[in-house]
């Protein structure tokens, strides 16, 4: 296989775990060659070797496992005859009025509504409807490969079609980085001209600029004077704005003027209509017991999802093999590997006290210190992501009256997800133990 066919295998699979902005700035402006057993990748600057390192080798390196090319290696070198922002620039050419890498593929008609997602179609709807009118800021919030990028970039889609409004479509990153370089180069006035001029300002992953007391402070007023003249602002964020913790609190006030939105991951049903529409989009069919497999397994977002079915299209293309349940549950052994285990509660607790160091029968008890009650919202907490019971069986379990302990345990131990890394951490750890068994 020559080296452009595998490198649009590659593209095929990390546009399905990387955001559009990320496919832009790294992935596209990349030329290939191979050098005996060495994938060797050309890239435009240094900072795009350190880019690609960062954000792809690791995902590059696991896609050529999975397509049994895992004997080539990585390589890099800098060729200035590149052009830097070649998707950026195809996108303007076609959308003179978008500022940033959209991505068409992704528009309304195409996004798949269900019952985690419905609030922010529809709030993203009426904002390419009537930007600057209903919900300013539109800030949508949620886990990885949930859908916020197809939402904001199918608001940009639709908005492209009116050539009087002009867009600007950032990262928080790629606005932090923007924003270094014009102090450094003393043209933070053009800076500020540029963002205050737009009707319509889309910052992908918001909490990037987390810390950053300049950023905060240019984009606080960018916000200010964007909202004043009435035009749209839309952000998102893997948080609420709550739990941003290093963010100013006059920028977090300012999150909550508009609609605040979160997006849940996909029940079975959506997820089985998703992978329907990838499929028919792609022109191919499978088999329905190869789509409840996927459905059933692959739970915890949509990315995940699209990237295990175009894993399994991409082998099959390969080795010109046909799709059955057979090839599935082989090629992606590993990654359906870890749903498969049905974790009940008394697992988690036992789980849970052993790491704690507690008796398993605390889990039960009233005692209320914290080295007992702490390891118990843990544990109520994982009850309620890991297994199908209700909160009135959790709490069952637990000898708890009703289930409002239930639900105050977990939002208090999200919220500690969400604002501190090691606890965060230390929760993947215990999940990850539990599904290994």
């Excluded at 984009?219 to 909202?227: E, G, R, S, V, W």
């Excluded at 949509?302 to 894993?311: D, N, P």
């Amino acid at each position: 296989m020559d080296h452009q066919k595998i490198w649009e295998l590659i593209k095929l699979q990390l546009a399905t775990q990387l955001p559009p902005a990320k496919m832009g700035a790294w992935v596209e402006p990349v030329s290939t060659s191979l050098e005996d057993n060495t994938l060797c990748l050309a890239v435009p600057g240094q900072m795009f070797i350190d880019g690609l390192k960062t954000d792809c080798e690791a995902k590059i390196l696991k896609i050529l496992q999975s397509l049994n090319l895992d004997h080539l290696q990585l390589g890099y070198k800098i060729d200035t005859s590149l052009d830097m922002f070649p998707s950026s620039n195809k996108t303007t050419v076609k959308h003179s009025n978008i500022d940033g890498f959209i991505d068409e593929r992704f528009t309304f008609e195409n996004f798949v509504v269900g019952s985690s997602n419905e609030f922010c179609h529809a709030a993203s709807l009426a904002v390419a409807d009537q930007p600057g009118e209903q919900y300013n800021p539109l800030y949508i919030h949620g886990g990885v490969g949930l859908g916020k990028t197809h939402l904001i970039n199918a608001i940009a889609n639709q908005l492209s079609q009116k050539e009087d409004i002009k867009i600007a479509y950032r990262t928080g990153e790629h606005f932090t980085n923007e924003l270094i370089d014009s102090i450094r180069t003393q043209k933070t006035a053009v800076f500020r001209d540029k963002y205050r001029k737009v009707d319509v300002l889309i910052i992908d992953d918001i909490q990037f600029i987390e810390g950053k007391q300049s950023t905060q402070e240019e984009f606080f007023h960018t916000f200010d004077a964007l909202h004043k003249a009435k035009k749209q602002i839309i952000l998102t964020s893997d948080r609420d704005p709550s739990a941003i913790k290093h963010l100013a609190e006059r920028l977090r006030s300012r999150f909550n003027w508009g609609l605040v939105a979160d997006i849940q991951p996909p029940n079975f049903e959506t997820r089985m209509a998703i992978l329907k529409s990838k499929t028919a989009l792609a022109g191919v069919e499978l088999d329905e017991d190869i789509y409840f497999l996927l459905a059933s397994k692959i739970t915890s977002n949509v990315r995940e999802l699209e990237g295990a079915l175009t894993r399994l299209t991409a082998y099959a293309k390969l080795s010109r093999k046909p799709i059955t349940l057979e090839l599935a549950q082989d090629k992606l052994r590993d990654q359906l590997q870890l749903q498969t285990k049905v974790i009940t509660i008394e697992d988690i607790q036992k789980q849970v006290a052993n790491y704690y160091n507690i008796r398993t029968k605390d889990m039960k008890s009233k005692v209320r210190k914290r080295n007992i009650a702490f390891p118990r919202q843990v544990a109520m907490y994982l009850s309620k992501e890991l297994t199908k019971m209700s909160m009135p069986e959790i709490a069952d379990n637990f000898d708890k009256k009703d289930h409002t302990t239930i639900l105050y345990a977990h939002r208090k131990i999200q919220e500690q997800c969400n604002t501190n890394d090691d606890f965060n951490q230390e929760i993947q750890r215990l999940t990850k133990l539990l599904k290994q068994g």
